[in-house]
């Protein structure tokens, strides 16, 4: 049996469902939005967390409050049918691509709630190991005059308290030589995100090969994420298809599976990937056909990211997750943090094991 057939049959009741709105504003001009799913039945309650980037789409499902009826399924596999069947935003959202993260944070809190029903973690109904778990931390360089600038020093702030942390790096055209030979000189950059395939989006950057023939030899063992393919960075890519990795095309089994070049590794989102079936379709894939896996985050303010290091720790643990505790999104992280690899609270799906 699949991953997913096996989930799919475990029993579920599900007597109501509410909503809790969770907010952060990590910039005076930024106001991150999410909403916290809970799915309930036998005194019990199951967790997901909705991570549609738009605040209004956000606003909306809150105002709208629990119009849909999700009783009356008997298993997983009935709850996922039934989500699928539903439109679960009270208007046509800003974007199509939320339609799946929304579908996450209800499949996901409904395998939260069963698990919980059977007395189990996903990690033992499974049979599989929760290990420690390798972690990168995300970020971009611009933080100089005006906010534009790329700065160094503020990797260096993070590096100084945790000096074995690594990063994954979003480049910007600023780039100049002298700049990555500083961030050479650490040691510390792990995976380079290009932003290739964000075309139309606010993190979209100009395409330039020459930045890309700069990293690809400056960072001869660097992950490199989403390049942009063009007949000018085809050119400069020939040689290192190895380490392309692939992060927002991938929404499913037939994206990994058409694929120009067979990748080493590659992020799965369970968020991007939009249900349990195509999550754990994906890592079924991935096992069968040799291809590692890793993890990112897709800005969780709650149990959403406890889940995503959660599914990391079971599926891919010593892959450069990118899902760092969320206190190293400080400019200065506070001391006390979790290191890589870290102990999951095992508190993603289901009951903790051991509890």
């Not at 059977?118 to 970020?139: C, E, I, K, Q, Y």
């Not at 792990?190 to 395939?197: A, E, H, M, R």
């Not at 890589?340 to 903790?352: A, Q, Y």
């Amino acid at each position: 049996m699949s991953t997913y057939e096996r989930v799919a049959e475990l029993p579920l009741e599900v007597e109501s469902w509410s909503m809790e709105g969770l907010a952060i504003r990590p910039a005076p001009d930024f106001e991150r939005l999410t909403t916290v799913i809970r799915v309930e039945g036998g005194g019990l309650t199951g967790l997901g967390e909705d991570i549609t980037y738009e605040a209004l789409d956000q606003i909306a499902l809150q105002d709208a409050g629990p119009t849909h009826d999700l009783t009356g399924v008997k298993t997983v596999g009935e709850f996922c049918d039934l989500i699928g069947s539903l439109d679960l935003f009270p208007g046509p959202p800003e974007r199509e691509v939320s339609r799946l993260y929304r579908r996450w944070a209800f499949e996901s809190a409904a395998l939260d709630l069963a698990l919980w029903q059977a007395g189990t973690s996903l990690a033992a109904f499974l049979g599989r190991p929760l290990n420690p778990l390798t972690f990168v931390a995300s970020m971009g360089l611009a933080g100089g005059p005006g906010g534009t600038e790329s700065d160094v020093g503020r990797l260096r702030a993070k590096l100084d308290r945790y000096p074995e942390l690594k990063f994954k790096l979003d480049p910007s055209l600023d780039w100049g030589q002298e700049l990555i030979d500083e961030l050479v000189a650490t040691g510390a950059v792990n995976t380079l995100d290009l932003k290739g395939q964000y075309k139309g989006t606010v993190v979209d950057i100009e395409t330039d090969p020459e930045l890309y023939r700069r990293l690809l030899t400056s960072f001869p063992d660097a992950w490199i994420e989403d390049p942009d393919l063009t007949p000018e960075t085809r050119e400069a890519l020939k040689d290192d298809w190895r380490r392309v990795t692939w992060d927002a095309p991938i929404h499913s089994v037939d994206d990994i599976a058409a694929l120009e070049h067979k990748p080493t590794v590659i992020n799965i989102k369970p968020s991007r990937m939009g249900g349990l079936k195509s999550t754990f379709d994906a890592y079924d894939y991935c096992e069968a056909e040799g291809i590692g896996a890793y993890g990112g985050g897709q800005w969780e303010l709650g149990v959403g990211r406890d889940q995503i290091q959660y599914l990391a720790a079971l599926f891919h643990p010593d892959t450069p997750n990118d899902t760092a505790p969320v206190g190293y999104n400080a400019a200065e992280p506070e001391p006390g943090l979790p290191t890589s690899p870290m102990e999951v609270p095992g508190n993603g799906f289901g009951k903790p094991d051991g509890s």
